[in-house]
């Protein structure tokens, strides 16, 4: 996995695998940082990528995993697999690169339960290479930190308005 200028859903970067015949058989992960999720509720990863096959015959899988323990153990929360899933174009026999919004798909992985709401949350893209092409991915987010507005208690004088006086726009 590497970030790439050549394409991207949101502006030019994106993270790009390279994967083709040559690499049937690898695994390839990209492992998040560690993220506080302590008193998160309703945890979502989204994110968007892009991915042809080079022939009917490949079946590369790509999951989405997610970790409570730093990365000791994961647990397998989305799987894209072969022609039925994966691919997010027709088959490509020469280096697949995106080139329009339409050659994109978002993923929204909202199955991450309460159990995961940690201080070492982590998350793993992980891709099984059957000689496929290319995977792209962009626009990762990661939600569910409650948010929470503190009601301020204000006296005259706490607060300054400027310019003053203030215009309507």
Request: charged letters at 20%; proline letters at 4%.
């Amino acid at each position: 996995f590497m970030v790439n200028t050549s394409a991207g859903f949101s502006g030019t970067h994106s993270i790009r695998l390279r994967n083709d015949l040559s690499d049937d058989g690898d695994k390839d992960e990209l492992i998040s940082t560690t993220y506080d999720m302590t008193g998160a509720t309703d945890i979502t990863l989204s994110f968007r990528y892009a991915f042809a096959r080079n022939n009917a015959d490949n079946d590369d899988v790509f999951r989405v995993l997610v970790s409570k323990d730093c990365g000791t153990t994961w647990s397998m929360r989305k799987q894209l697999r072969g022609s039925a899933s994966l691919p997010t174009v027709p088959d490509q026999g020469a280096s697949f690169t995106p080139n329009n919004d339409a050659q994109w798909v978002e993923v929204v992985v909202d199955n991450i339960t309460s159990t995961y709401a940690v201080s070492d949350f982590r998350f793993k893209f992980y891709l099984e290479s059957n000689g496929g092409n290319n995977l792209w991915i962009d626009d990762i987010n990661l939600s569910g930190m409650p948010v929470g507005v503190q009601e301020l208690s204000l006296t005259e004088g706490d607060l300054l308005v400027v310019p003053n006086p203030a215009e309507e726009a």
